[in-house]
């Protein structure tokens, strides 16, 4: 089966040039997709500023590290089930298990939760996925724009018409007192705008949200 490499260039978003990765086959548990992540933690009120891991350390894995002094220096995870929030079911992609299982989940160890679905829409990989991190909000260095959703401020990425990368949108809005990153996928022009296809999902997440 091809192998398809989906590249999203997030020298925008202020932690890497570029983010690859490649995607093999229809939802599988077994098989892996890794994906840097292009999220940064929030380093103030101004959702606009972001770690530049060029004068800082990269984040550490979720309880790693030196052990807290204290149980107020590591935020409790209010989230218990991120990847059981939303499903295929609330995805718009024809030919999967709507019941199915994630492709993966917490593949992403520099978060509290990650999630990931992933499949083919013809010969094109699409999917999704989220980041989640409790007690810090998440940023983008730059973005397309923002609205707001149900009370909460959602800053989107337009990616879509973008020739240097696979189409694609990513959203990040304040989730249960952290930070929430959806990555939307798409470029099979068969499923609506993709960033539609983000805001669908925070929808369904904030309507879900403990």
């Known amino acids: 089966m091809r192998r398809a490499l989906i590249s999203l260039l997030v020298v925008v978003l202020g932690l890497t040039t570029g983010c690859a990765y490649t995607v093999r086959g229809t939802p599988v548990a077994e098989q892996r997709l890794d994906i840097d992540s292009p999220f940064s933690t929030d380093s103030g009120n101004d959702p606009s500023s972001s770690v530049d891991p060029s004068e800082s350390a990269p984040p550490t894995t979720s309880g790693s590290g030196t052990p807290p002094t204290s149980s107020s220096d590591t935020p409790a995870d209010p989230v218990s089930n991120l990847c059981g929030l939303v499903g295929w079911g609330d995805m718009p992609y024809t030919g999967t298990d709507k019941a199915g ?5 917490d593949y992403d160890p520099t978060y509290d939760q990650s999630c990931k679905w992933q499949t083919k829409s013809g010969s094109l990989d699409v999917g999704v996925t989220l980041r ?17 959703l149900n009370g909460h401020k959602v800053t989107y990425l337009d990616r879509s018409t973008d020739a240097e990368v ?17 990555i939307v996928i798409d470029g099979s022009n068969k499923y609506g705008p993709i960033c539609d296809q983000g805001k669908h999902l925070a929808e369904v997440l904030l309507s879900k949200e403990p």
């Open 132 to 148: 989640y991190r409790a007690g810090k909000p998440l940023a983008l260095q730059q973005n397309t724009g923002e609205y707001d």
């Open 101 to 105: 299982p994630p492709t993966d989940r």
């Open 166 to 182: 696979q189409p694609s949108c990513v959203l990040v809005l304040d989730y249960a007192a952290g930070g929430l990153g959806i």
